[in-house]
């Protein structure tokens, strides 16, 4: 087993940022927490539950926060979801549990689970307490999990409580991935993370940080230990392909999203242009408001219909002032040294969807900052060329590993893998939930290996 | 238009509202403050021989963030001295004239100490007696209260003696802390009561201190068994008064107590055969202010059911109170679920299948409403549960957690963003085998939305019958 970690106290958290980020959904007072408890209907095989990535029994947590049962409530999550905590403030659940919800129907306001979550996993870290698992006994199987975002972390609390030892390898100096570097902080802040992963290590998980791992890495993973989960998310933000594009003050939504929070960017000049649409961009535009920006933009080549951002992002930003140019792009990055204006060309809808130029003059919007956040390109092309030794390749589509989704398993037996990279970005909560299937796969896949080997003997 | 002034037992009554023998009754001014809140009368706070109280007395137990669902005490009779009390229910008749006061006693089981206090307590001017045969706590331990209340002899003698002075209404108090409250009933009629009042508070712990393992209330670290009232001992009170009021050697004017809080409880016990009602708990924990409703409501219910007084409906219940034999056992009634109300929390459906009788089923989806309905009656003709082999409840839920889902992407999952929220899935929505159906009513009790599962009457095709014809239809068969 190895020591305990104490990740939390590397957060470099600055008390500026921490101001301007607080909590969006403030935590629950415990008698508000009970009244609210209290008022859950208690459904059989209840719709949040089915709806949960992680099936969370949810009705089971929040009885136990009414009945004042608080460590069994934070077991119960942590039972389905060893990331509960970062998931009750992470997930979009107007989408999720709380969309599911019953009262919708009852002319009632949902549950608030989400918050009910939080308070039982606040309550379990507030207590001093371990996590409330312990390692299985020893199978002397080890498995390497490249990655150390949700899905490994996931996948390692599985095989540990299984009696396999968990090696993460993850290319940044701290664990968590864009549990830690990529979501808002005003939702999850990095301390928060990173709190999370020091309970789960407790399960003896072992770490490899800025360790990157290319095909001859994976290769020698492969030959020394007995199975590998990948779980490496997706790969760098797209380039927009338009001159100007390598100018000083042009940036992507990752790197800014992670330099505000891990300290090492404070603040941002007046005017702030995001290209994009989605989730990201929107947290990237939110951030650029509340790090002092005067005039955010959000520049997107369809119409608010067609964002890939939930609706209630697109009104959050909204609400934060944000403002939206849509049915452009940009044609060019304008600036001598450094970035000054954003050269926008209208676009327009045909008949097939497909958009085609308008006539008219360009726009241009003068801007200091240009975020790009126009989606991730997927970053698997390198576990191709591992597998070719063992039991085959392991098969992709569009830059996606295939994977067998009850047990994680790629084409190639010994590989597994979730989150990101299988899926082609989705939430904290669908990484969990691939890293678990996942971490019960290969326990299982081991163990059918081990018996196997006896009765060959 | 109806009125709430009523008579109970020969006094004139304002409304037929009165504060209950206890705290919220302790001095003139309490009581005062009552009368100009709207209530028609008060029970004064019992008197007696002064006693010390201990500290603390009450205790409460809540239900589900709902505050003192029931309620106890552990406090004895007043404990102020009765001439201060006597002064005052003086004062207050004086400056009330047209409100009930109604004077409490108990006092040591002797003839002539018994005839001293009726007569002080008339000489105050009070407008009727009630005689404290009720208190569990304390005062029974000096063979005062329930031990008077809970041993029919003594309840008729003592009666009796007070009877012998008493020139004023006077009302007998019960005790619930006995086998059946009829005997008690009947002793003071025998010995000349003028009415009852029903029920006095029940013996009770309401909890222990999980930390301390004290029991509450706490005095000193020790705890004595309390006197159990509010909400929650409303069905227990309605039956006793029930089982007085149907019992012609009992029936007197009734005074109902216990658990009452609202119009609808009042009129419950008014349905029952209560003239006037008595409160304590919910103006404990409210105040006085509860009685605008209680008479505003009641006054509004009257209205529409066309009762012009309290004579005109107390008791109408009554006759629908029988024993089980003379039940009707070939009267059916099956579930039906509203599919247009149902929200799909499936909680009639565990609960039929843990608690009743295995005939609600989530097979909607696979062709459950197909299924042939026999039209037999099933309590005859299968006594066999989930005959169909529908999947259990375990079934159910292990299917579910094994499922796979993930969060859906507006742009990508068409059926995304909240899209199903507002209406329940037709699998979600349990369907009930009426050939197996009881008509036990579980689930339409557990079912969180109002009349999404309602009764339905199905036609037996059979005369009505009861037990107790049944029995004497065989009997005569054989002989």
């Known amino acids: 087993m190895s020591e305990a970690t104490n990740f939390f106290s590397k957060a470099g958290v600055s008390a500026e940022v921490a101001a301007r980020f607080a909590d969006l959904h403030p935590p629950l007072e415990k008698t508000a927490a009970?009244?609210?408890?209290?008022?859950?209907?208690?459904?059989?095989?209840?719709?949040?539950?089915?709806?949960?990535?992680?099936?969370?029994?949810?009705?089971?947590?929040?009885?136990?926060?009414?009945?004042?049962?608080?460590?069994?409530?934070?077991?119960?999550?942590?039972?389905?979801?060893?990331?509960?905590a970062s998931c009750s403030r992470a997930c979009p659940v107007q989408v999720l549990c709380e969309g599911a919800c019953v009262m919708h129907r009852y002319n009632k306001q949902p549950i608030e689970i989400g918050r009910l979550q939080r308070f039982a996993m606040d309550a379990l870290h507030a207590s001093g307490d371990p996590l409330p698992f312990t390692p299985g006994a020893d199978t002397g199987k080890r498995v390497a999990l490249i990655g150390g975002g949700p899905a490994s972390l996931a996948c390692a609390a599985e095989l540990r409580r299984r009696g396999v030892h968990a090696v993460i390898f993850d290319a940044r100096p701290l664990p968590g991935g864009l549990n830690t570097y990529g979501i808002a902080e005003y939702?999850?802040?990095?301390?928060?993370?990173?709190?999370?992963?020091?309970?789960?290590?407790?399960?003896?998980?072992?770490?490899?940080f800025e360790t990157m791992v290319d095909a001859a890495k994976l290769a020698e993973l492969e030959a020394s230990y007995d199975a590998v989960f990948l779980g490496m998310g997706l790969g760098a933000i797209h380039k927009l392909g338009v001159t100007g594009e390598e100018l000083e003050g042009v940036t992507n939504a990752l790197d800014f999203i992670a330099?505000?929070?891990?300290?090492?960017?404070?603040?941002?000049?007046?005017?702030?242009?995001?290209?994009?649409?989605?989730?990201?961009?929107?947290?990237?535009?939110n951030a650029a408001v509340r790090l002092g920006?005067?005039?955010?933009?959000?520049?997107?080549?369809?119409?608010?219909?067609?964002?890939?951002?939930?609706?209630?992002?697109?009104?959050?930003?909204?609400?934060?002032?944000?403002?939206?140019?849509?049915?452009?792009?940009?044609v060019k990055v304008v600036g001598e040294k450094k970035v000054t204006a954003l050269e926008l060309a209208r676009l327009e809808s045909a008949e097939d969807g497909s958009l085609v130029p308008k006539e008219g003059p360009h726009i241009l919007l003068e801007v200091d900052l240009v975020v790009l956040a126009i989606g991730q390109g997927t970053h698997a092309e390198f576990v191709s060329a591992a597998g070719n030794n063992s039991a085959g390749k392991i098969r992709l589509e569009r830059g996606r590993i295939v994977i067998d989704r009850e047990t994680g398993q790629t084409s190639n037996t010994k590989f597994f893998a979730g989150g990101d990279c299988t899926n082609g970005g989705r939430e904290v909560v669908d990484a969990v939930a691939d890293g678990k299937r996942a971490g019960i796969g290969i326990a299982v896949w081991l163990a059918a290996k081990l018996e196997g080997n006896h009765a060959n003997a | 238009?109806?009125?709430?002034?009523?008579?109970?037992?020969?006094?004139?009554?304002?409304?037929?509202?009165?504060?209950?023998?206890?705290?919220?009754?302790?001095?003139?001014?309490?009581?005062?403050?009552?009368?100009?809140?709207?209530?028609?009368?008060?029970?004064?706070?019992?008197?007696?021989?002064?006693?010390?109280?201990?500290?603390?007395?009450?205790?409460?137990?809540?239900?589900?963030?709902?505050?003192?669902?029931?309620?106890?005490?552990?406090?004895?009779?007043?404990?102020?001295?009765?001439?201060?009390?006597?002064?005052?229910?003086?004062?207050?008749?004086?400056?009330?004239?047209?409100?009930?006061?109604?004077?409490?006693?108990?006092?040591?089981?002797?003839?002539?100490?018994?005839?001293?206090?009726?007569?002080?307590?008339?000489?105050?001017?009070?407008?009727?007696?009630?005689?404290?045969?009720?208190?569990?706590?304390?005062?029974?331990?000096?063979?005062?209260?329930?031990?008077?209340?809970q041993v029919p002899e003594y309840?008729?003698?003592?009666?009796?003696?007070?009877?012998?002075?008493?020139?004023?209404?006077?009302?007998?108090?019960?005790?619930?802390?006995?086998?059946?409250?009829?005997?008690?009933?009947?002793?003071?009629?025998?010995?000349?009561?003028?009415?009852?009042?029903?029920?006095?508070?029940?013996?009770?712990?309401?909890?222990?201190?999980?930390?301390?393992?004290?029991?509450?209330?706490?005095?000193?670290g020790k705890s004595s068994h309390g006197g159990y009232c509010g909400p929650a001992v409303k069905p227990i009170a309605l039956s006793m008064v029930q089982q007085v009021m149907s019992d012609p050697m009992a029936a007197l004017p009734m005074s109902g107590i216990g658990g009452i809080g609202s119009w609808q409880d009042a009129a419950e016990f008014m349905l029952l055969g209560a003239g006037t009602v008595q409160v304590c708990t919910a103006a404990m924990h409210y105040g006085y202010r509860i009685v605008e409703d209680m008479g505003d409501g009641l006054l509004a219910w009257m209205r529409r059911k066309g009762y012009e007084t309290i004579d005109d409906f107390r008791g109408l219940s009554l006759p629908n109170m029988r024993d089980w034999k003379h039940l009707n056992l070939n009267f059916r009634v099956v579930a039906e679920i509203h599919a247009d109300k149902c929200i799909g929390c499936q909680l009639c459906y565990t609960a039929c299948w843990d608690g009743a009788h295995q005939c609600i089923h989530l097979d909607r989806m696979d062709g459950g409403m197909e299924q042939p309905v026999m039209g037999t009656d099933p309590r005859y003709a299968q006594h066999e549960p989930n005959p169909q082999g529908k999947p259990t409840p375990a079934m159910v839920f292990a299917q579910s957690v094994k499922t796979i889902v993930t969060t859906p992407i507006p742009k990508l999952d068409l059926d995304g963003e909240g899209s199903n929220s507002m209406l329940t899935p037709l699998e979600r929505i349990p369907r009930v085998d009426v050939d197996e159906c009881v008509g036990c009513n579980l689930c339409s009790l557990v079912c969180p939305v109002p009349e999404c599962i309602t009764m339905e009457r199905v036609e037996t095709g059979l005369c009505p019958e009861t037990w107790a014809e049944r029995v004497a239809n065989a009997e005569s068969v054989k002989a």
Not at chain 1, 190 to 205: K, T
């Open chain 1, 259 to 285: 330099g505000y929070k891990s300290g090492a960017l404070k603040e941002v000049p007046s005017r702030v242009a995001v290209i994009g649409a989605g989730n990201t961009a929107i947290d990237a535009a």
């Open chain 2, 155 to 220: 309840c008729e003698q003592i009666t009796g003696w007070v009877k012998e002075k008493a020139r004023t209404p006077l009302i007998v108090k019960l005790t619930p802390n006995i086998a059946d409250i009829r005997m008690p009933a009947r002793a003071a009629r025998r010995a000349g009561a003028d009415a009852l009042s029903a029920i006095n508070t029940i013996n009770s712990i309401t909890g222990i201190d999980l930390d301390t393992l004290e029991p509450r209330p706490n005095v000193d």
């Open chain 2, 1 to 149: 238009m109806p009125t709430l002034e009523t008579t109970f037992a020969g006094i004139k009554c304002l409304n037929p509202f009165w504060l209950a023998s206890a705290p919220p009754t302790n001095c003139g001014e309490q009581i005062m403050r009552a009368f100009d809140a709207g209530w028609g009368g008060a029970v004064w706070k019992t008197i007696g021989e002064q006693v010390t109280n201990v500290s603390s007395r009450y205790s409460s137990i809540d239900w589900n963030g709902q505050k003192m669902m029931g309620f106890n005490n552990i406090e004895l009779i007043s404990d102020r001295p009765p001439e201060v009390n006597l002064r005052e229910m003086a004062e207050v008749k004086r400056r009330y004239p047209k409100h009930v006061v109604i004077a409490s006693l108990m006092v040591e089981s002797k003839r002539e100490v018994w005839h001293e206090m009726v007569q002080r307590a008339e000489d105050a001017g009070v407008d009727g007696l009630e005689l404290n045969f009720g208190c569990p706590h304390g005062m029974s331990e000096r063979g005062m209260g329930s031990a008077v209340g």
């Open chain 1, 293 to 330: 920006a005067k005039e955010v933009h959000m520049v997107y080549r369809r119409g608010s219909e067609q964002m890939s951002a939930f609706g209630f992002e697109y009104e959050h930003a909204r609400q934060e002032g944000v403002r939206f140019l849509w049915h452009v792009t940009p």
């Open chain 1, 34 to 84: 009970v009244t609210e408890a209290l008022r859950c209907l208690y459904c059989f095989d209840a719709p949040c539950m089915g709806a949960c990535p992680t099936h969370i029994d949810v009705p089971k947590f929040i009885k136990k926060i009414a009945s004042g049962n608080l460590e069994g409530s934070a077991k119960t999550i942590l039972e389905a979801n060893i990331l509960g």
């Open chain 1, 187 to 208: 939702k999850l802040p990095l301390a928060e993370s990173l709190r999370e992963i020091d309970m789960l290590a407790q399960l003896g998980v072992e770490f490899h």
